[in-house]
């Protein structure tokens, strides 16, 4: 097994990557906090972290998902993490898949409750998570949730319980 692999990170928002505004009471976008992360998470794993959009997933159009796919493709990186809004990352990982981007191995992840909310955010699991199966798994287009992961054909988020499970 290759022991050097490096991990190219796309930043595309959703709650992982939200703030909150202690006196309005709101979320909304800064930066991303995927250096912190890695910092605070003592990562020594090499990764190239490129923002390229900050949105909430469910106002992501499918321009936004064709320039996700743009830099997929044009990345020498053959193991890529994006982190994503859990709305529709389900869809962002068919649209990737559809896309037929050879030799890849590209896993969504994402958060429910925003990184910046602390030890409640499920962000830094998923992160951790997200970076361990982008270096194992085949080539493929996955999602990873909850510490599991899979195609992103057979994955749901189950809007009753807050969890994505396979699709039933
Ligand atoms: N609405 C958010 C999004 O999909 C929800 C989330 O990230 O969990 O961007």
């Known amino acids: 097994m290759n022991q050097n692999k490096s991990v190219q990170i796309f930043v595309t928002g959703g709650t992982f990557d939200k703030d909150y505004n202690f006196i309005t009471g709101e979320l909304y976008f800064k930066d991303t906090h995927l250096h912190d992360m890695l910092e605070v998470g003592r990562s020594t794993l090499p990764v190239d972290i490129k923002t390229?959009?900050?949105?909430d997933s469910l106002e992501m159009t499918e321009a936004d998902r064709?320039?996700?796919?743009?830099?997929c493709r044009?990345?020498?990186?053959?193991?890529?993490?994006i982190t994503h809004g859990t709305d529709t990352m389900t869809e962002t990982g068919?649209?990737?898949?559809k896309a037929q981007i050879d030799g890849k191995t590209i896993v969504l992840t994402g958060a429910m409750i925003p990184y910046a909310f602390g030890s409640s955010s499920d962000?830094?699991?998923n992160l951790g998570s997200a970076l361990a199966f982008a270096q194992v798994l085949n080539p493929g287009v996955y999602i990873c949730m909850n510490g599991q992961y899979w195609d992103t054909d057979n994955a749901v988020k189950n809007r009753s319980t807050g969890f994505f499970q396979i699709k039933g």
């Open 52 to 55: 390229l959009m900050m949105v």
């Open 74 to 81: 044009k990345s020498t990186y053959e193991n890529i993490v």
């Open 123 to 125: 962000g830094f699991f």
């Open 66 to 71: 064709g320039i996700i796919e743009h830099n």
């Open 94 to 97: 068919k649209y990737l898949k």
